[in-house]
C-alpha cells in the first residue's frame, strides 16, 4: 500500500464508464460482447421458446449506432443508470 503523495497515477487506472464495466464483467473482443443466454434471457421459458441453450452466448455488437448503447457507454457507471431510468419512464 502507498501512500496517494507517492503514487499519483493508480487512481487513474480504473475505467469506471459503463463499457469499462461490460469489460471488466464480460470481456470485449473487437468491438462485440458475448454474454451468457442465461444472463440476456433470465427465464427460462423465454429461453425455451427462442430455443436457446442455458451455456450458450448471446453476440452484442458495440458500436456507437446500437441504440442506447451509443450514448452510456462513455458515461460514469453512476451516471449511466439514472440515464437508462429515465429512458425507460419516458416509454
Known amino acids: 500500500m502507498f501512500d496517494r503523495d507517492i503514487d499519483l497515477i493508480?487512481?487513474?487506472?480504473?475505467?469506471?464508464t459503463y463499457e469499462g464495466l461490460l469489460d471488466e464483467f464480460?470481456?470485449?473482443?473487437?468491438?462485440?460482447?458475448?454474454?451468457?443466454?442465461t444472463v440476456v434471457y433470465p427465464d427460462p421459458e423465454v429461453r425455451k421458446e427462442?430455443?436457446?441453450?442455458?451455456?450458450?452466448?448471446?453476440?452484442?455488437?458495440?458500436?456507437d449506432e446500437a441504440g442506447i448503447f451509443g450514448d452510456i457507454r462513455n458515461k460514469h457507471f453512476n451516471v449511466a443508470?439514472?440515464?437508462l431510468?429515465?429512458?425507460?419512464?419516458n416509454i
Open 81 to 83: 443508470g439514472g440515464y
Open 50 to 63: 427462442k430455443n436457446l441453450k442455458d451455456d450458450g452466448m448471446h453476440d452484442f455488437d458495440l458500436q
Open 10 to 16: 493508480s487512481p487513474f487506472c480504473v475505467n469506471q
Open 26 to 37: 464480460y470481456g470485449i473482443k473487437i468491438g462485440s460482447l458475448q454474454v451468457p443466454n
Open 85 to 89: 431510468n429515465n429512458v425507460i419512464s
